[in-house]
């Protein structure tokens, strides 16, 4: 267990929604990173924040957005949503100036 | 752009047998971490390398940073069932940026 936890696990939805993804980091860990995972793209890096501020910008679609609550778990919303958004998002946390990232179990996403 | 390629994409052997996995890049690292990742699971941290000519064992793990901090490479001796996964590099330089991955089988 890498105490970082995602949810929900699973999400089946219809072209043209709107989902939010949530992660909750581990304890004390100020860091969080968005990732999506699709089986032709590998593990491509979306945002990350550090303490409520967004810290670094990936490939994120502007469709996609994020952001980093007080109590530090962050949240990932996805709107207007199209077949290729189909994918494993993870979320992962790090603790402050160490770059090893703890990762949850993900979302998989299925846009149908 | 920093880009870190990763060779062989797929990779299956038998039990018992030895392999290497390579990470490369044009760009100079201050760090590099290896990650296994499980079908189902999240990637979960193997090991950081950060001295040029670092030489880093897991168990049947042997991990290299290479001399100038372009380029790692991972060696498995006498693979196991339970190896199999998909192996990612990772660092954290000006980008943060995963290769896209070994995918490794080992059959029984």
């Known amino acids: 267990d890498s105490g970082v936890t995602q949810t929900p696990k699973h999400l089946i939805t219809a072209t043209g929604q709107r989902v939010t993804l949530r992660c909750s980091p581990r304890?004390?860990?100020?860091?969080v990173y968005w990732y999506q995972q699709s089986l032709d793209q590998g593990l491509q890096f979306l945002i990350q924040y550090y303490n409520g501020e967004e810290r670094a910008k990936g490939n994120i679609l502007e469709r996609f957005s994020a952001q980093q609550f007080p109590d530090l778990h962050s949240e990932l919303n996805l709107s207007s949503l199209e077949l290729g958004d189909s994918a494993l998002y993870f979320c992962a946390s790090s603790a402050r100036g160490v770059n090893i990232q703890y990762f949850g179990a993900g979302t998989r996403l299925s846009v149908l | 752009t920093q880009l870190l390629e990763q060779s062989p994409q797929f990779l299956s052997i038998q039990e018992g047998e030895n392999l290497t996995v390579y990470c490369n890049s044009s760009?100079?690292?201050?760090?590099l971490q290896w990650y296994r990742q499980e079908p189902g699971e999240g990637p979960v941290l193997l090991v950081t390398v950060v001295t040029g000519g670092e030489v880093k064992k897991l168990k049947r793990l042997t991990f290299q940073f290479g001399d100038a901090r372009k380029d790692s490479s991972l060696h498995i001796t006498a693979a196991q069932p339970g190896d199999t996964g998909l192996y990612l590099c990772e660092t954290s330089g000006s980008r943060l940026t995963f290769g896209e991955g070994t995918q490794l089988t080992v059959n029984p």
């Open positions: 760009s100079v690292f201050s760090s």
């Open positions: 304890s004390g860990d100020l860091s």
